[in-house]
């Protein structure tokens, strides 16, 4: 009997259709549902904001406009990130799926064990984060990438991929963001704090160039998006012990019947 997991590849949309994508995932999901794993980029880039996150308080609007980056608000928690040079991860299960555990903490691991496995198709090894807490929310103004969250992926002590969750009673969602170049850096330009104070902007520019690291730089390449979403959907399916089970982006939109199993173009 196939146990399947649905999977939905989907570049170079924007960021409003993205996020409505995933939240009406999360919405839709059932206990008895497979689970659903999207894989995106994102035309224009755009700046996603945690759902604790006011847009107004974090980044200059002004500036994003005049830069041509759209602002999203996630479904998600977590804090600020600049969606470009890189490919967004989204799964979405249940929160009695036995193969995600039982708890926010099991889920960021588990699936923090999918996404190495799928890097180690590509020859990198990673680590999951264990990161000291913030109480006080401290962190919240500042950009993802500036330090390590709960169970995300490291290259030598230097972040990723970062990741953010949200469970309601019957399915969780999380998504997260795998660096493939270093345009996430320019998030510096569009925070307000680091913005009106240069000062700020080269200590945070630099902490970003020092604690982050890049599939263009472990790699000595970009990757294309065909390729590495396929590295990490075999990451899911074998990590998970299931057979990936491909929707077209019609279907996507539309809730339409899956489609049989067939591989996607690359």
Same mark, same amino acid.
């Given at each position: /009997?196939?146990?399947?997991?649905?999977?939905? #590849?989907?570049?170079?949309?924007?960021?409003? @259709?993205? /996020?409505?994508?995933?939240?009406?995932?999360?919405?839709?999901?059932?206990?008895?549902?497979?689970?659903?794993? =999207?894989?995106?980029s994102w035309s224009p880039p755009a700046v996603s904001l945690g759902f604790m996150q006011r847009a107004a308080d974090v980044l200059d609007l002004e500036a994003c406009r005049d830069a041509g980056i759209d602002v999203v608000q996630r479904p998600t928690g977590g804090r600020a990130v600049l969606h470009w040079e890189e490919i967004t991860y989204a799964i979405v299960a249940g929160t009695g799926d036995a193969r995600f555990g039982t708890n926010? @903490?099991?889920?960021? @691991?588990? !699936?923090?064990?999918?996404?190495?496995?799928?890097? =180690?198709?590509?020859? #990198?090894?990673?680590?999951?984060?264990?990161?000291?807490?913030?109480?006080?929310?401290?962190?919240?103004?500042?950009?993802? *990438?500036?330090?390590?969250?709960?169970?995300?992926?490291?290259?030598?002590?230097?972040?990723?991929?970062?990741?953010?969750?949200?469970?309601?009673?019957?399915?969780?969602?999380?998504?997260?963001?795998?660096? !493939?170049?270093?345009?996430?850096?320019?998030?510096?330009?569009?925070? $307000?704090?680091?913005?009106?104070?240069?000062?700020?902007?080269?200590?945070?520019?630099?902490?970003?160039?020092?604690?982050? #690291?890049?599939?263009?730089?472990?790699?000595? =390449?970009?990757?294309? *998006?065909?390729?590495?979403?396929?590295?990490?959907? $075999?990451? *899911?399916?074998?990590?998970?012990? /299931?057979?990936?089970?491909?929707?077209?982006?019609?279907?996507?939109?539309?809730?339409?019947?899956?489609?049989? *199993?067939?591989?996607?173009?690359?």
């Amino acid at each position: /009997m196939h146990v399947y997991l649905d999977v939905v #590849i989907e570049p170079e949309l924007d960021g409003a @259709a993205h /996020m409505a994508r995933d939240a009406s995932l999360l919405d839709a999901h059932g206990h008895d549902q497979p689970p659903v794993l =999207r894989l995106y980029s994102w035309s224009p880039p755009a700046v996603s904001l945690g759902f604790m996150q006011r847009a107004a308080d974090v980044l200059d609007l002004e500036a994003c406009r005049d830069a041509g980056i759209d602002v999203v608000q996630r479904p998600t928690g977590g804090r600020a990130v600049l969606h470009w040079e890189e490919i967004t991860y989204a799964i979405v299960a249940g929160t009695g799926d036995a193969r995600f555990g039982t708890n926010l @903490a099991s889920a960021h @691991a588990r !699936i923090g064990a999918c996404l190495a496995a799928g890097l =180690r198709e590509l020859g #990198i090894e990673t680590s999951l984060s264990r990161p000291a807490l913030d109480p006080e929310r401290r962190l919240l103004r500042q950009p993802c *990438f500036v330090s390590p969250g709960r169970a995300e992926l490291l290259v030598h002590g230097r972040k990723l991929l970062g990741s953010a969750q949200r469970r309601t009673r019957c399915a969780f969602l999380q998504h997260g963001s795998l660096l !493939i170049g270093p345009a996430h850096e320019q998030l510096v330009d569009l925070v $307000h704090e680091t913005r009106h104070d240069p000062g700020l902007a080269a200590t945070l520019r630099a902490r970003l160039q020092q604690e982050t #690291i890049t599939l263009e730089t472990l790699l000595g =390449r970009k990757p294309d *998006f065909a390729p590495l979403a396929a590295a990490l959907v $075999h990451g *899911f399916a074998t990590e998970l012990g /299931m057979e990936p089970r491909y929707r077209t982006k019609a279907e996507a939109a539309g809730g339409r019947p899956l489609a049989p *199993f067939t591989a996607p173009a690359t």
